[in-house]
């Protein structure tokens, strides 16, 4: 007989029981009595796209397609999300492809990352801009028509061919098919600067046929050479192929042997050009450039042209031949007197060229000279190792400034006295042509 005490543990028993099992139940089932939310979106084509297709939600499946629907200007999509999900409301519906076989699945993508609001039951998801899904039936039966192309009796070869050539391949084939994936998955991390680009492709595709006739041209010239390489023949291809690469070779063993001192080279040009891209630096250039065309130009103004003798025997005359007549000292001094400085001047110590030493190993030494010894009271100071170290003694750094360089304007009290000075010149020049010509009277 069962007792009070036994009824009261089995029913407690078999009710933790369901309780239980109604947990995993709706834990790994859902609730069977809450409704999935439903959301629509429209393509403008949907080829391909079938109900019980997945709906993911950044790659995480959440739901499945329930149907598919023709309206005025589009397909209508229906999609069935699981109870419990929530959509963000700034996502954008596309198609993509699942797997090789062709099978497609709505991805929802946010446009940020984060946002408060959920879609609710009945909401529209738009669609990415420009968003077609690919039609694949258009493939597989493209597919199709290449393989029936084929004909029967050379399938079988082509197939052994191919499983030829493949076989100990599996590495490579592995590394195709993972540099593919990756190829992907960067295309689809910039899609949007693709869809940029194609954007403005219109404009560029302008520019390209303004230019239509110099394009032709470049190609018939084109044409033209590989003619001229197909004259050529096997050989001079080869020839050249060969010469290249024997040249190819001595650079590449030239700066191999030298690359230290052309790491020495690069770093002493670029502590000139540095030297030379400061601001007072490169105004004194500036200024001394603009300044020597006031003297180099009056002496071109007072150089007179004639005819001269040629420079061999059998060479013939220069009838354009420029002669300057010009004196240094004006007036003229028949003699002057040498003037001793006031103290002896020291004489300064001698400071050889350092070696150069770089990363890639030792340069080119310091400076030398067999047999040398500086002057009476002079020094020489030998150049340290830390002098020869290209990377502790790196160049300075170039203040910045829009005053690095200036046209020097021109100055009155500057051009008076290289008037002063060309004026006696040109006197001279145009006095010495009629001595000249009573010279050739008398002879």
Same mark, same amino acid.
């Given at each position: 007989?069962?007792?009070?005490?036994?009824?009261?543990?089995?029913?407690?028993?078999?009710?933790?029981?369901?309780?239980?099992?109604?947990?995993?139940?709706?834990?790994?089932?859902?609730?069977?009595?809450?409704?999935?939310?439903?959301?629509?979106?429209?393509?403008?084509?949907?080829?391909?796209?079938?109900?019980?297709?997945?709906?993911?939600?950044?790659?995480?499946?959440?739901?499945?397609?329930?149907?598919?629907?023709?309206?005025?200007?589009?397909?209508?999509?229906?999609?069935?999300?699981?109870?419990?999900?929530?959509?963000?409301?700034?996502?954008?519906?596309?198609?993509?492809?699942?797997?090789?076989?062709?099978?497609?699945?709505?991805?929802?993508?946010?446009?940020?990352?984060?946002?408060?609001?959920?879609? &609710?039951?009945?909401?529209?998801?738009?669609?990415?801009?420009?968003?077609?899904?690919?039609?694949?039936?258009?493939?597989?039966?493209?597919?199709?028509?290449?393989?029936?192309?084929?004909?029967?009796?050379?399938?079988?070869?082509?197939?052994?061919?191919?499983?030829?050539?493949?076989?100990?391949?599996?590495?490579?084939?592995?590394?195709?098919?993972?540099?593919?994936?990756?190829?992907?998955?960067?295309?689809?991390?910039?899609?949007?600067?693709?869809?940029?680009?194609?954007?403005?492709?219109?404009?560029?595709?302008?520019?390209?046929?303004?230019?239509?006739?110099?394009?032709?041209?470049?190609?018939?010239?084109?044409?033209?050479?590989?003619?001229?390489?197909?004259?050529?023949?096997?050989?001079?291809?080869?020839?050249?192929?060969?010469?290249?690469?024997?040249?190819?070779?001595?650079?590449?063993?030239?700066?191999?042997?030298?690359? &230290?001192?052309?790491?020495?080279?690069?770093?002493?040009?670029?502590?000139?050009?540095?030297?030379?891209?400061?601001?007072?630096?490169?105004?004194?250039?500036?200024?001394?450039?603009?300044?020597?065309?006031?003297?180099?130009?009056?002496?071109?103004?007072?150089?007179?042209?004639?005819?001269?003798?040629?420079?061999?025997?059998?060479?013939?005359?220069?009838?354009?031949?420029?002669?300057?007549?010009?004196?240094?000292?004006?007036?003229?001094?028949?003699?002057?007197?040498?003037?001793?400085?006031?103290?002896?001047?020291?004489?300064?110590?001698?400071?050889?060229?350092?070696?150069?030493?770089?990363?890639?190993?030792?340069?080119?030494?310091?400076?030398?000279?067999?047999?040398?010894?500086?002057?009476?009271?002079?020094?020489?100071?030998?150049?340290?190792?830390?002098?020869?170290?290209?990377?502790?003694?790196?160049?300075?750094?170039?203040?910045?400034?829009?005053?690095?360089?200036?046209?020097?304007?021109?100055?009155?009290?500057?051009?008076? &006295?290289?008037?002063?000075?060309?004026?006696? &010149?040109?006197?001279?020049?145009?006095?010495?042509?009629?001595?000249?010509?009573?010279?050739?009277?008398?002879?």
């Amino acid at each position: 007989m069962i007792n009070r005490r036994l009824l009261i543990n089995l029913v407690a028993f078999f009710v933790v029981s369901f309780a239980l099992v109604g947990y995993g139940v709706v834990n790994l089932l859902g609730n069977p009595l809450a409704s999935p939310t439903v959301l629509t979106t429209e393509f403008p084509n949907a080829s391909g796209l079938y109900p019980g297709f997945e709906v993911e939600l950044n790659g995480v499946p959440v739901g499945t397609v329930t149907s598919t629907a023709l309206t005025k200007t589009a397909t209508k999509v229906t999609m069935s999300i699981n109870p419990g999900i929530s959509v963000p409301s700034n996502v954008q519906a596309s198609v993509q492809i699942a797997n090789d076989l062709g099978e497609q699945v709505v991805n929802l993508v946010p446009k940020q990352h984060t946002d408060p609001h959920t879609l &609710a039951s009945g909401s529209n998801v738009p669609a990415q801009p420009n968003e077609v899904p690919a039609d694949v039936g258009q493939v597989v039966e493209t597919a199709t028509k290449l393989l029936q192309a084929i004909p029967a009796n050379d399938l079988n070869k082509l197939i052994g061919e191919l499983a030829t050539s493949l076989q100990g391949n599996a590495g490579n084939l592995r590394t195709l098919i993972d540099a593919g994936t990756t190829f992907n998955k960067e295309f689809v991390a910039y899609e949007q600067q693709f869809t940029q680009l194609l954007a403005n492709a219109p404009p560029s595709l302008d520019a390209v046929t303004a230019v239509a006739p110099e394009l032709r041209q470049d190609l018939v010239n084109t044409a033209a050479l590989v003619q001229v390489l197909a004259q050529q023949g096997q050989t001079g291809l080869h020839n050249l192929f060969a010469n290249g690469s024997s040249a190819f070779t001595q650079i590449n063993n030239f700066i191999t042997s030298q690359s &230290a001192n052309i790491g020495c080279f690069l770093h002493d040009t670029a502590d000139i050009l540095t030297n030379l891209a400061q601001p007072a630096n490169l105004n004194n250039l500036s200024q001394g450039l603009a300044y020597n065309q006031y003297f180099f130009g009056a002496v071109d103004k007072i150089a007179v042209a004639g005819a001269a003798k040629g420079p061999t025997k059998n060479s013939p005359p220069d009838q354009n031949q420029v002669f300057l007549r010009t004196r240094l000292l004006l007036p003229p001094i028949l003699s002057e007197q040498g003037v001793s400085y006031a103290s002896a001047n020291p004489i300064p110590d001698t400071l050889p060229g350092a070696g150069c030493t770089t990363v890639f190993g030792q340069g080119v030494g310091p400076a030398t000279q067999a047999g040398f010894s500086p002057a009476a009271g002079g020094h020489l100071v030998a150049p340290t190792p830390q002098e020869s170290d290209v990377e502790l003694n790196a160049g300075p750094q170039v203040p910045v400034s829009n005053a690095s360089y200036r046209v020097p304007r021109s100055s009155a009290a500057l051009l008076l &006295a290289l008037g002063a000075l060309v004026a006696p &010149a040109l006197m001279l020049a145009w006095g010495a042509r009629p001595s000249r010509r009573r010279a050739r009277r008398r002879a």
